[in-house]
C-alpha cells in the first residue's frame, strides 16, 4: 500500500484564492482539502461522497494543482523461504536505497521531463522495491534524451546507477 500525502503548488493556492481556472467544484473541494499532511486515503475517504476518487487526484496532479510530498511504500516483511538467499543489504541499507532512487525520480521527472512525465512519475509510485525503479531506468532516460538531449541525459544516468548501485 502506498501513503502518499499531497500538497498545494503555487498554482493551487492562487486557484482557491481566485477561480482563476474556474476548476470544477468537486475538483475544488478536494483541492481545498490538500494540505500537505493528510494522506491520500484520507482525502479519499472525506470526499468519497462526492463521487470522488483516485482520478481526480492525478487530474489536480497533471494540471499542476498539486505535487506529491511524500510516499511511503509499505514494506510487509514477508516470511522467508528456506530457498530464498539472503539479502544482498541489510533492510536498512535497502529501504534507505529505495528512499533515495525514489526521491531522485520524483525530483528529476518534473524538472527536466514535465508533463509528458506523469505517466513516468506514476509507476514510480507504483513502484515498491527498488528493483522496480531499476526498471524504470531505461525508459526515464529515453525520455529525458528525448526532452533534454544526450548530455543531460549522461549526467542523470550517472547520478542514478550510482543510486541503483551500478558503480
Known sequence: ??????????????????????LA?????LLVLIDGRRTEEELLRNVAGLGLTIAA????????????????ASMAEEPAEPSQPEPEQPAAEQVQQFQSVYQFYNQT?????????????????????????????EPY??????????????????????LLGFY
Not at 61 to 68: D, P, Q, R, S
Not at 109 to 137: P, Y
Not at 141 to 162: H, I
Open 1 to 22: 500500500m502506498n501513503t502518499s500525502i499531497y500538497d498545494k503548488t503555487a498554482k493551487g493556492r492562487e486557484e482557491i484564492a481566485t477561480r482563476r481556472d474556474g
Open 57 to 72: 487526484v492525478h487530474e489536480l496532479l497533471a494540471g499542476e494543482y498539486i505535487v506529491l510530498s511524500t510516499s511511503y
Open 109 to 137: 521527472i518534473k524538472s527536466t521531463i514535465g508533463l509528458r512525465g506523469f505517466t513516468l512519475q506514476l509507476k514510480v509510485e507504483k513502484a515498491s522495491s527498488v528493483d522496480e525503479l531499476r526498471q524504470l531506468r
Open 141 to 162: 532516460l529515453e525520455a529525458v534524451q528525448k526532452a533534454k538531449g544526450s548530455d543531460t541525459a549522461a549526467a542523470l544516468a550517472m547520478q542514478l546507477d550510482r
Open 25 to 29: 467544484p468537486r475538483l475544488r473541494s
